[in-house]
């Protein structure tokens, strides 16, 4: 039995819901719903702007939160960027360097990118007439180095991959990827958004010079992620956003712009929303030195094993973290889902904003469960009875 | 509670699992036959359907892939104008369109009344909607009227 220490600060669980779509976006503990309050009430002012005590308090929240994350992920603090999440972040380099690609150029994506990265880099590779190659995975849907490596040539400018794919849960062995991005000068982008909130991430380790993650599938707010890169690149890639905080001086015969990470934090920062991930790390933080990593993996491990005892279903992958994707025999995925959230359990269900993936396994959509912190072993077993019924429903049992 | 349950055993699975107007009865269709495809880009559905029309009366029969609710609703859309004129079937098909926004179960038939349920799923609406669309905007072209045709979803 997996029970989860977490729980009790989820008030939406509160109802008995079987929440198992956190790879979409994760409930948010009271501790982050206070820490978004706080702001409010407080009237914290404009960071980095205001001069009086509540926007020096709001300034210290932000360079606080950004202090916790460079920590969690062994960088400095001025390598992190905040943005609005991982789409934005992305976006923000493939528009970026882009704009110092060539046609004949080439930027590696693959099968198993997650839209955010591959139609981001789609469009920036159109947008300069660089060529976009894809690294394609094998019909059961894993994506080998060698696969990649067959796409990385001298041309290579820029290769960017999902760390944890949002479908399989398959981990990438950055180590490999990164040291192929090395030998040719490609810059590698790593798509943090599954894996930030449920495995450690050392930027040096995974040897990537660009690292992006959300805050609100890792229990925090939505608006908010983060581009972390090494100052080298930070320095050179072009500003996505133009506007205050990001500029030293703005006249119309000079412009001269701020050093990162404020070149790239153009507007009014988020503030509520990075408060709230900052609380949403020392949930983290906290979670994991009770050895809920060790826990997420038996759970999954225990999803994984539950419905692989049904014979109506088909896993699809071979990963092992974060989630389950799996198709229903003769069923559609979201006639399932449906018949499951009647009975309170919520699942993803369709292509999952990666089609090229679905396409190359051939597949027309999944149903997915993905676990967090709060989710136990009892949550699995209501999946596995939900489908069960649902099954039966939909081959018409009385 | 169980809207879900009640909707897909009134209806949907019989209809969806053992549809009686699905598949092409030519192929390529004959040339009187009209087709149109419609497709919904979130779930990746895309459903086809085949309109005949000979001596004032429409046969329709329709092919795709897509989820039970659709399956079905296709399904009961084909038996609802299966020999109607086109101006009867336009009226068909306006008047489900506008009950699956109101409820209003007035001229339609037990089991169009019964795939009603839908709405008590939000989501799942859509999938109702869309061969009852694609349907729409295929009567009328063949009335003639390419604005109607143009604004039909």
Known sequence: MITSPERSQFPALANGLVYLDSAATALKPTGVVDAVTAVYTAGEGAAHRGTFALAARATAKIETARGKVAALLGARDEQIVFCRGVTEGLNMLARGLAESLSPGDEIVVSELCHHASFVGFSLAAARVGATLRVAKVTPEGVLTVDAIAACISPRTKVVSLPHVSNVTGAVLDAGLVAELARRVNAIFVLDGAQAFPHLPVDVATLGCDAYVLGAHKAYGPSGVGVLHANAALLATLPPLHGGGHMVLEARADELRLAPAPARHEAGTPNLEGIAGFSAAIDLL????????????????????????GLPFVRIVGRGRVALVSFEVEGCHPHDVATLLDEDGVAVRAGRMCAHPLFAAIGSRGALRASVALYNDSSDVDRLVAGLVRAHAVLHGAP | MNEATLLYRAVVTERGRAPRFRGFG????RASARRETAANPVCGDELTLELTYAGDALGMRFDGHACLVCLASADLLAESVDSASIAEAR?????????????ATEGLSPALVSLLGVRALP????????????????????????LSAESAR
């Open chain 2, 123 to 146: 989501i799942r609406v859509a999938c109702a909607k869309l061969p009852w669309h694609a349907a729409t905007k295929a009567l009328a072209a063949m009335a003639g009227d390419p």
């Open chain 2, 91 to 103: 009226r068909t098909t306006a008047r489900f369109l506008a009950a699956l926004d109101s409820g």
């Open chain 2, 26 to 29: 030519f192929s390529p269709p």
């Open chain 1, 285 to 308: 933080v906290a979670a994991r030195a009770r050895g809920a990593i060790a826990r997420e993996q038996a759970l999954v491990g225990y999803l994984r094993e539950r419905l692989e």
